[in-house]
Each structure stands twice: as structure tokens, then as C-alpha cells.
């Protein structure tokens, strides 16, 4: 077991892991979902003297080094860029993380009324145990066209103001048979229903209360049911960030898998000056679904960005983008699974990450035989070791779970198929993908001093 952050920092730095979760604490109460992280990404980028990058493509510029730049990619993905010094074809130092979480998104049809109650149609997004969404507060985020074509902006529940809601859960008294099935039947997907509203309208005898909501709807937002049909919301737990344990040295929050690394990529590339190789931050999304979609890791993004800067940096050739994609080094930027002594039978104890214990190198993930790993090899994780060194990054190894009780995946083998180095690199999580999850301060910390030492 490797020795605990705490321990090895001095009083000084104490201060500044301290001063670090603060911002990251209001980083998280700002990016709710991943549009939302995406602007405010781009938005503290352009604060940092980042630059579009379209601007430069549009009016057929080059890029040079020491320049800094963005791209804002469907509202969803972006990256951020520092050009360096040597030819791009001589690779990136990338940090890539993703800026989805778990949550429940409504469905297309979401609206009904039954027994005066008006609830939401949801299907939850990524992997969650239901019956943790039960029975807490609970805000809406996304977007909406009315029919003008006009987009709405919906955010509700997360100020003090707001009204929040909830999916219902059954009383203790009448759930003797609930509690004996097993934990993923007690609650079925099509039972998370969020509860909306239950005043009726006056005047109205069918669907009453749901015509007052409606009626709300369209004062409020201008909108109709039909715009719901198109519309882009998700459900996500209502209320603040806030310090974990009587020594605050944690941190209790939602979605901090993944945007925990996706603030500490954002901080670090703030802090790189004309590197040798360029540097690059990457925040995609979909990865707690596979990764797919035109805005996830599986896409072209990444690859059709290289094009675009191989062709501004002069002397196009598609050779050099191979070369480039092919030579680049990666810390695939995600979380990994904290000890639990409350649950120490589904990890190894000798191979598992432990909170405070720093960022957590994890060679391979995957599951039953490391399948959907990419499994970095020996050359490189000794070149990240010297690397963490050199920088006094306090770092520890773990693994998704004792060998055949479950696993997971990144987006690392989808960067590493184009023969670049990837190594997993993050923090460790308790209660990973709960509606509230808990990270150690220092290891947040710890993320952000890694990456920027590996981008510099």
C-alpha cells in the first residue's frame, strides 16, 4: 500500500490542494452536464487567451508555436490546444477525459398524468443503480426548440429557489415483496419516473392536472407538449458540492466521473507555455455509454482535428497525420475504484487504489480477461513514472476490481488504436456513479499537478 498524500506534502502545498478543490467545487456547481461543462470549458479557456481555432480555418491561416486554442465541437466535445515547438507529425502529449456522467434523460413523450399526479418518462443514461435516483431532489438541464425554431434553455432546481423533483419509491410498510426481489428488479427503468406536478386546472375534467402544467410550460417558456418531442433534458441530483468529513478532506458531488479529470486537464492546460510537443486537452462525450455518437471518443473527432492541424501548420501530407496520431502519448484522463472496507470482498487489496494515496495509474481495465483494455505497456508507464517523479506528483496503481467480479472501460483503447502510447490515469473514487460521489482532495490535486507536468 502506498503512503498517503497528506503525509508526503508540505504545510504550503496543503494550503494550495485546499485552494485548488475550491474552484473545482464551483467548476462542478457550474458544468451540471456535459453542454454545461462545455461551455463553461470554452469560456474560462477564452478568460486563459485561448482562441477559436474555426476563425483560423475559416480565414486560411496558419498556427505557429506558443498560440492557444479551442474547439467548441457540437456544443458537447471540446479541446484545447497549445502549439509546440517540434513538427505535429513528431505526436501530441494528450490529456483526454470526458465531461458525460450517469443520469436519467426524459424521453421523447415524457409528460403524462395518473391518479392526479403529473410524473416525467425518463431512461436513465449510462450505468446506475436505480433505486439510488429514488426519493431525492432532483433538477432539470437541456435544451428545447419551440416551434419558431427558437432554442429554450431549461435549468431547474438547482438554485435555492427553484422547486426540485423526484422519482416516488414505495413505503416501507407495503414493500414485502419489493425488498425480496433482487436489487436491479425492485425497481424497473420504466418505474423512474420523475413527479412533476399535482394541482389541476380549474374548468378541466380529463388530464387536468396535466393541462395546468402544460399551461405553466407555455406562460413560463412558450412552449408546447410537441417541442418535448425534440427536446434534448436530463435529470440530474439537485444541490451543491459540498466537503466530505469533519477535516474537509474530501469532496461529496455529482459527476465528479468524469469531470473531476476534465477540471484538472482544464487547469493544466491553462498553465502550459510553448511546449515542445503540442499539447492538447480533450473533453468528450458519451463515454458512460460506449463512447459512440458524433460527439463520444469512437468518433472522428480527434482524428479529422489532426487533419485540420497538420494542414494549418503548412505542407499538408496525410502521412504526417498517421505519424502524428502514431507518435502521440496519452493519459486517458478517467477515475478508478477507491478501497471500501465496507465493501473489500470485490477488490484485491495488494492491487486496488486507496483514497488520499494520489493519482491512480491503472494499466489496464477492462474485464473478464482484461477485455476492452488496451493494457499500456512497461515502455511507457516507466516513462509516466519518470515523468510523475520529476515532478513530485505523489501517484499509487489499482485496478476496476478483484480479477472476475465486474470491471469497466475508458476511451483509451480508442486512442491507443491509432498506435499512440495511453496509459488510465485519475483519481480514485468512493460510490462511483451515485448520484453523489466522494474524492479525496489531495488526489484532485494530485490529478492536476500529473497532467500538467506530463503536458508540459
Not at 456535459?34 to 475559416?58: H, P
Not at 456522467?101 to 415524457?110: A, E, M, T
Not at 501517484?395 to 480479477?403: K, R, Y
Request: with cysteine; hydrophobic share 40%; charged share 25%.
Amino acid at each position: 500500500m502506498s503512503k498517503n498524500t497528506w503525509q508526503l506534502i508540505s504545510e504550503e502545498e496543503t494550503k494550495k490542494v485546499f485552494a485548488y478543490n475550491e474552484d473545482y467545487k464551483k467548476f462542478l456547481d457550474i458544468a451540471r452536464t456535459e453542454r454545461l461543462a462545455n461551455q463553461e470549458i470554452i469560456k474560462q479557456a477564452k478568460e486563459n487567451g485561448f482562441k477559436d481555432l474555426e476563425v483560423v480555418i475559416s480565414n486560411g491561416g496558419k498556427i505557429s508555436a506558443g498560440e492557444k486554442y479551442f474547439v467548441n465541437h457540437k456544443n458537447k466535445s471540446v479541446a484545447l490546444i497549445v502549439v509546440g515547438k517540434n513538427p505535429l507529425e513528431q505526436g501530441f502529449n494528450i490529456v483526454g477525459a470526458h465531461i458525460d456522467s450517469p443520469r436519467l434523460d426524459l424521453k421523447q413523450n415524457p409528460i403524462y398524468e395518473a391518479s392526479g399526479l403529473v410524473k416525467l418518462k425518463t431512461h436513465y443514461y449510462g450505468g446506475v443503480k436505480k433505486y439510488q435516483y429514488t426519493t431525492i431532489p432532483l433538477a432539470l438541464h437541456g435544451v428545447i426548440y419551440n416551434k419558431d425554431g427558437q432554442q429554450v434553455v431549461i435549468s431547474i432546481g438547482d438554485d435555492e429557489n427553484d422547486p426540485v423533483f423526484t422519482v416516488t419509491d414505495l413505503l416501507i410498510h407495503l414493500s414485502f415483496d419489493q425488498q425480496s426481489k433482487p436489487m436491479r428488479e425492485a425497481l424497473t427503468g420504466e418505474q423512474m419516473n420523475v413527479l412533476f406536478g399535482s394541482i389541476p386546472l380549474n374548468d378541466t375534467e380529463k388530464d387536468a392536472v396535466k393541462a395546468n402544467i402544460l399551461k405553466l410550460i407555455k406562460e413560463k417558456y412558450n412552449l408546447e407538449e410537441e417541442d418535448f418531442r425534440i427536446a434534448e433534458i436530463e435529470v440530474v441530483p439537485a444541490g451543491r458540492s459540498r466537503d466530505c468529513g469533519l477535516d474537509r478532506s474530501m469532496v461529496i458531488a455529482y459527476g465528479q466521473d468524469d469531470r473531476v479529470c476534465a477540471y484538472a486537464t482544464m487547469r493544466a492546460m491553462f498553465e502550459v507555455e510553448t511546449p515542445e510537443r503540442t499539447a492538447l486537452g480533450l473533453f468528450m462525450d458519451k463515454e458512460e455509454i460506449g463512447s459512440m455518437g458524433n460527439t463520444g471518443m469512437a468518433s472522428y473527432f480527434w482524428e479529422n482535428l489532426v487533419h485540420e492541424l497538420i494542414s494549418l501548420e503548412g505542407d499538408y501530407c496525410a502521412l504526417k497525420v498517421n505519424r502524428a496520431l502514431k507518435n502521440s502519448k496519452v493519459l486517458s484522463a478517467d477515475v478508478s475504484v477507491a478501497y471500501d472496507p465496507d465493501f473489500a470482498d470485490v477488490v484485491e487489496p495488494m492491487n486496488t487504489a486507496y483514497i488520499g494515496n494520489g493519482i491512480v495509474l491503472t494499466k489496464y481495465t477492462g474485464s473478464g480477461g482484461k477485455s476492452g483494455s488496451s493494457d499500456a505497456n512497461a515502455e511507457f508507464l516507466n516513462e509516466v513514472r519518470q515523468v510523475f517523479k520529476a515532478g513530485e506528483v505523489v501517484w499509487q496503481t489499482g485496478e476496476l476490481g478483484a480479477v472476475d467480479k465486474g470491471g469497466g472501460g475508458t476511451i483509451a483503447l480508442l486512442l491507443a488504436k491509432y498506435g499512440a502510447e495511453v496509459v488510465d490515469c485519475g483519481p480514485a473514487v468512493l460510490c462511483m456513479h451515485a448520484p453523489m460521489e466522494v474524492t479525496s482532495k489531495a488526489d484532485t490535486y494530485m490529478s492536476y499537478k500529473a497532467y500538467r507536468t506530463f503536458l508540459k
